[in-house]
């Protein structure tokens, strides 16, 4: 059971109810709604392991609300927190897809606007302006592929025909490790899946 060659094994850990001598946060600001930037995956071998480790997971502080599972048509996932519709149909993905097809299409007119600019001999100010749009297209591009982590449902599509139960846990980006090691410590059937990005407003 494995995506790619993102397996991870763990070692068993202790019984106790919790784990840490902080509980993993889901929120940046206590009391209000905040964007929880991270969705760490996990794929689980049947519905009686994803429960422990949902249940692992609320007893360290990550929310129920937090955690998402998606499986094949038919798969038992009786007591477990359902993926929304959005998260099933991997709206992320998509509008990943939106992002850099507008971010080409932004750079390819700057460009071709810069080099009509330049045929018919303007200079000055509005030579600057495709410059400074294609500059800026070209920063917010590298500045994604970078920082923002990418992973879309497709890369489970094998695992999740085999019936495994694939489990999406969302927390602040300085909790993914905390949770990764929580999860292998004590449940070394998981199989680390790799950490993507949400937007908690958007229920994506």
């Known amino acids: ?35 929880v930037d991270r969705r760490v995956y996990f794929l689980l071998p049947d519905a009686t ?15 129920r609300k937090n955690s998402h599972v998606i ?7 009786e007591g477990l927190p359902l993926a929304s ?17 507008g971010n080409l299409v932004l750079f390819i007119l700057a460009l071709v606007t810069l080099i009509v600019l330049t045929l018919v001999n303007v200079s000055g100010f509005w030579m600057l302006v495709p410059a400074i749009i294609m500059l800026t297209t070209l920063v917010v ?9 990418s992973i ?26 905390r ?4 999860v292998h410590h004590n449940h070394p059937e998981a199989v680390a899946g790799g950490v993507g990005w949400h937007i908690n407003a958007l229920q994506i």
């Open 85 to 101: 519709h959005n998260q099933r149909m991997d709206l992320g993905a998509r509008l990943e897809t939106v992002f850099w097809d």
């Open 152 to 177: 879309h449902l497709s890369e489970f599509a094998d695992a999740l025909h085999h019936r495994e139960i694939l489990l999406m846990v969302d927390v602040p980006v300085g909790q993914v490790a």
């Open 179 to 182: 949770v990764n090691k929580l």
């Open 49 to 63: 392991h994803a429960r422990a480790v949902v249940a692992r997971l609320e007893m360290n502080g990550v929310e």
């Open 1 to 35: 059971m494995c995506v790619g060659t993102r397996r991870i094994c763990g070692s068993p850990g202790s019984d106790g109810e919790t784990d840490s001598h902080q509980p993993v946060i889901n929120s940046r600001t206590i009391g209000k709604e905040v964007i």
């Open 141 to 149: 591009g590298l500045g994604f592929t970078r920082y923002i982590p």
């Open 71 to 77: 499986a094949a048509k038919g798969v038992d996932l």
